[in-house]
């Protein structure tokens, strides 16, 4: 079955960076386009970066351009997010997510990872 598992949350001061991982099993990672969302305490879902299968096209939402970098190891199966200039709005937690082919929509979750940025 498929599973996405998130790491690499955790609490960092303002200005501090984290990299986040999440590890894919249960399908053919290499041929999905895959996606960070995030959800900060009592708000909606926030688009934050995609990536496509092969890892050579990457696409972020405006809040994070500059200071964020999705990227993916096929070989390892692994969707990475590293995060750095953190800022206290950043606070939220971070879903990896599957793409469904041909669409902008999400079929498998994980479970997330938390990101608290706080001096």
């Known amino acids: 079955q498929v599973q996405l598992v998130e790491s690499g949350g955790g609490l960092v001061q303002p200005g501090g960076s984290l990299r986040l991982s999440c590890a894919a099993s249960?399908?053919?990672?290499?041929?999905?386009?895959m996606s960070w969302v995030r959800q900060a305490p009592g708000k909606g879902l926030d688009w934050v970066s995609d990536?496509?299968?092969?890892?050579?096209?990457?696409y972020y939402a405006d809040s994070v351009k500059g200071r964020f970098t999705i990227s993916r190891d096929n070989a390892k199966n692994t969707l990475y997010l590293q995060m750095n200039s953190l800022k206290p709005e950043d606070t939220a937690l971070y879903y990896c997510?599957?793409?469904?082919?041909?669409?902008?929509?999400?079929?498998?979750w994980g479970q997330g990872t938390q990101v608290t940025v706080s001096s």
């Open positions: 990536i496509n299968s092969g890892g050579g096209s990457t």
């Open positions: 249960g399908f053919t990672f290499s041929s999905y386009y």
């Open positions: 997510a599957r793409v469904v082919e041909g669409s902008n929509e999400y079929d498998y």
